[in-house]
């Protein structure tokens, strides 16, 4: 048992052993130390998808979104139709405020997982920040009940509005889009 031991002891960490040493720095807000370890596995475990988000995440966090985006940018070089990565892209878009590439990479995240609902809610999200209400309360409609459907289209215009968003014109949704949204 003693050899057995041994032996695990002098093979190098896996990316799952790494990764959740990564999860437990981040838990502890250990950003610096968490940062480290996530880029090691990058380096060393390129196909380890999840430290790709998580990196990104921590980027995010401390308002480094350009970085973030270059973080995923690089995780899809490994797969570049991963869902999960292309919609973490476009939240780092969306935080950009550049809504039109946001959208896409929300549109190719749904492509890639259909029966995923939060990626069309995305699409919807990014839809009714371009001044976009109709198809946004049309996508909003696929995923949550009617009444919340236009409460959703009815916050995204405030937003939207309040934003000066790149499509908005000023126009508030139609009446259809509105009724039952107060």
């Known amino acids: 048992m003693d050899a057995a031991f041994q032996d695990g002891a002098n093979r190098p960490p896996t990316a799952r052993t790494l990764y959740s040493l990564a999860r437990i ?9 968490c940062t480290a370890v ?23 966090r401390n308002d480094r979104i350009s970085r973030a985006v270059q973080v995923l940018l ?4 490994q797969r570049p139709t991963d869902p999960v990565l292309l919609n973490n892209l476009g939240m780092c878009y969306f935080f950009q405020h550049d809504y039109s590439k946001a959208l ?4 190719r995240a749904a492509a890639g997982a259909p029966e995923d609902a939060r990626y069309r809610a995305n699409m919807a999200m990014a839809l009714g920040m371009m001044g976009r209400y109709e198809e946004s309360l049309s996508l909003y409609r696929q995923v949550v009940p009617e009444e919340e459907a236009r409460k959703n289209v009815a916050i995204v215009y405030g937003a939207a509005n309040a ?8 126009k508030s949704p139609n009446a259809e889009v509105q009724q039952g949204a107060e």
């Open 104 to 107: 896409l990479m929300f549109t």
């Open 163 to 170: 934003a000066g968003a790149g499509g908005h014109d000023g």
């Open 74 to 77: 690089l995780g899809l070089r």
């Open 25 to 33: 720095l981040a838990a502890q807000g250990r950003d610096q130390e």
């Open 38 to 60: 996530l880029r090691r596995i990058i380096r060393e475990h390129p196909e380890f998808l999840p430290a790709y988000g998580d990196l990104a995440e921590l980027e995010i």
